[in-house]
């Protein structure tokens, strides 16, 4: 059974200042690691998808890093509107399904 | 370029009482899958449609069915509702690439 554990539950920042949110999984098979931002009442917006250890990829202000047993999800000099709570998710090879962890809310105050 | 669309926003129903909820996936994109997602965790499979066949199923009882029109779009229908099915009902869709886009939700009370 695939397993997604995120850490901290939540994350309180001043603006400007950097951090990472850690996802640690366990997964048969690692098909593609994937980050969403989801806004209060709102469905998850994708971010980014990883498919194998060393890889990198970067949007504005966030960065996601892949290794063979945790993802992390850097975001630089954040501000107010990076308030969110971030999911991660994997899916496996012959599993169409993705497996979430519960999310860090992260808050960023002006 | 139309996103994932969900209808309604939001429904209120009694307990034991049926709904369906509605998804119109991504353009061109041809597999639908849906999720449960409880206050503060994260979102839980439900079942996946492909070519208007359920091609993988949670762990959810058979009160929850699903249907996928040859245009794609998808209805996912929960029978005999329990106050425990409260909750935000996400549609999601895919192609090729594996990578899920989430509808907005439908947010469901059951009193």
């Known amino acids: 059974e695939d397993q997604v554990t995120q850490s901290p539950e939540a994350l309180r920042l001043q603006e400007g200042e950097s951090s990472s949110l850690n996802c640690s999984y366990t997964v048969s098979g690692l098909r593609g690691l994937f980050w969403y931002r989801q806004d209060p009442g709102k469905g998850p917006e994708f971010l980014f998808t990883?498919?194998?250890a060393g890889e990198e990829k970067e949007k504005e202000r966030l960065k996601a890093t892949l290794t063979k047993k945790e993802s992390f999800l850097h975001i630089t000099a954040p501000k107010p509107e990076d308030s969110a709570t971030y999911l991660c998710a994997v899916s496996n090879f012959g599993n169409e399904k993705l497996t979430f962890g519960t999310g860090t809310r992260l808050t960023i105050i002006p | 370029d139309a996103g994932v669309t969900q209808s309604p926003t939001h429904l209120i129903k009694t307990r034991g009482q049926q709904v369906t909820l509605r998804c119109s996936p991504k353009?061109?994109?041809?597999?639908v899958s849906w999720y449960q997602q409880a206050l503060g965790q994260g979102p839980q499979f439900i079942f996946q449609y492909y070519e208007e066949e359920e091609r993988q199923r949670g762990n959810f009882p058979d009160r929850f069915s699903g249907h996928q029109f040859p245009n794609y779009s998808s209805e996912l229908n929960v029978n005999a509702l329990l106050l425990g099915d409260s909750a935000l009902y996400l549609c999601?869709?895919?192609?090729?690439?594996?990578?899920?886009?989430f509808g907005p939700g439908t947010r469901l009370t059951v009193t």
């Open positions: 353009s061109g994109h041809d597999t």
């Open positions: 990883l498919y194998s």
């Open positions: 999601a869709s895919s192609s090729l690439s594996y990578e899920q886009y």
